[in-house]
């Protein structure tokens, strides 16, 4: 049974940061995102990593967010610094198994002051 377990959201101020942590389980991972909603907004990309050691990341989040991973463990981080309001949301991590999509059940991130 694949499990995926996000944890490491919290409050923040503006200009913080927070790491978050995806751990997935009951297989074996080549991909993995981070999508995240903020209330009243639909669902949106945010960051992906793959085994091959591809990377990419949403405009809004480029140079402040980074997309990491720990193979052995199955388990990616996603650093958040230079936090701001509009980060706000639930995030929620993304991982494949052969065609079926797989989904933590999400971690609240506030920034404000």
């Known amino acids: 049974q694949v499990q995926v377990v996000e944890s490491g959201g919290g409050l923040a101020q503006p200009g913080g940061s927070l790491r978050l942590s995806c751990a997935a389980s009951g297989g074996s991972f080549s991909i993995y995102r981070w999508y995240r909603q903020a209330p009243g907004k639909q669902r949106e990309f945010v960051a992906t990593?793959?085994?091959?050691?591809?990377?990419s990341y949403a405009d809004s989040v480029k140079g402040r967010f980074t997309i990491s991973g720990d193979g052995a463990r199955n388990t990616v981080y996603l650093q958040m610094n230079s936090l701001k309001p509009e980060d706000t949301a639930i995030y929620y991590c993304n991982t494949r198994l052969g065609f079926l999509d797989y989904w933590g059940q999400g971690t609240q991130v506030t920034v404000s002051s």
């Open positions: 990593i793959s085994s091959s050691g591809y990377i």
